[in-house]
């Protein structure tokens, strides 16, 4: 999008809304294509959201078949939102609803894509000196009451609707081949066709575990960066939650391995354990074996898809800071192929893209 025209969108869009006379500051931006600003207003600050339309690809149609995904691109594929504000303006909704912190939508403009929000403040779990074990441990009893809570697929707001799908086979697929698709190559050689398929086989294995447990709201990138420390709240409002437009419904185990295999930085030794019996206590999950069996296989996808966009970012799109990250990323993975449930893909692994058992220990 031209930028000229993206500047007077927002431009309109401030006026419109009343903040066109504030002080804007950019804030840092993330691995998405989404832009951040705080205004500074005469009621104090905000958040402006801007993301631009076209910069991602369609977002997944409730409905669509695997080719019909595939056409439209990896969002549809992965089930990401892209940069369709509707779901971040629903889910927050939801959300605040049910007494959690996620930002409050001070006005909307979604056929642009811009987004007026409530400012929660700059204290980043990944930047503040708190207590290791009280600061995850907050996180963990959010996570358990979000994985307690009831949410209906399709999530209304302000007249419109936004329908939250399924973590299905196909997104976590599609997710996974990101280890093979950049990682490998990067740290090794392209896998062939037949590997392809090999893999494939024996990662649908896996998922095919994860239905031993009912499905939650997840919100898919929880972690130290995307949550805040608000202590002047109570109970699971104390933990600001941030970047949930992407939610689907899955694993209750998949936003805590999000949480604790954090791919930018290591937990204090023996903090993960305590943090994971303190979710299956406050979740009341029933069936701790399963529950474990399932963080090990999202560990593993999880951290194939986090080596993957690393690669992806730093040499597609040339933010070389993301590949520090790769060690941590590389032995956390290494970790969760080690469960039993995981043995014949962690042989595959071993054979076909060793670096990811030789990386972590460099």
Request: aromatic share 8%; net charge negative.
């Amino acid at each position: 999008m031209n930028p000229s025209d993206r500047a007077r969108d927002i431009e309109s869009f401030l006026k419109r809304t009343g903040w066109d006379a504030a002080r804007r500051h950019a804030l840092v931006a993330d691995a998405s294509s989404r832009r951040y600003e705080r205004l500074y207003g005469a009621d104090g600050p905000a958040i402006l959201m801007d993301a631009p339309p076209g910069d991602e690809t369609s977002s997944c149609p409730p409905g669509a078949n695997e080719e019909e995904r595939a056409a439209l691109g990896y969002n549809a594929l992965a089930r990401l939102s892209g940069s369709d504000t509707r779901a971040y303006a629903a889910l927050a909704e939801e959300l605040v609803a049910r007494g959690f912190s996620a930002p409050k939508i001070m006005a909307a403009d979604h056929e642009h894509n811009l987004l007026l929000l409530e400012d929660l403040g700059d204290d980043l779990f990944a930047r503040i000196a708190v207590d290791q074990a009280a600061l995850y441990g907050a996180a963990v009893d959010a996570l358990a009451a979000l994985s307690r809570s009831s949410f209906g697929a399709k999530m209304p707001f302000g007249g419109d609707d936004w329908t939250v799908l399924d973590y299905d086979n196909c997104a976590l697929m599609t997710e996974a081949n990101l280890l093979i698709d950049w990682y490998a190559p990067y740290r090794g050689k392209a896998q062939d066709a037949a590997a392809h398929e090999e893999v494939e086989t024996l990662w649908q294995k896996a998922f095919a575990q994860l239905d031993a447990l009912p499905r939650v709201l997840s919100l898919r990138d929880v972690h130290a960066e995307n949550l805040l420390w608000l202590p002047d709240r109570e109970g699971v409002a104390r933990v600001g939650l941030i970047d949930f437009q992407d939610a689907l419904f899955g694993s209750p185990a998949y936003d805590l391995v999000s949480l604790l295999q954090d791919s930018r930085r290591d937990l204090p030794e023996g903090l993960e354990e305590i943090m994971i019996a303190r979710f299956i206590e406050q979740a009341k999950i029933t069936d701790p074996e399963a529950f474990l069996a399932s963080y090990a296989i999202l560990g593993a996808q999880r951290s194939a898809k986090v080596l993957g966009i690393f690669v992806r970012l730093a040499k597609r799109d040339g933010k070389e800071r993301y590949l520090q990250y790769l060690p941590i990323a590389a032995r956390k993975m290494a970790r969760s192929l080690a469960h039993p449930v995981l043995a014949e893909l962690q042989i595959w692994m071993q054979d076909h893209v060793p670096a990811i058992f030789t990386e972590g220990q460099e």
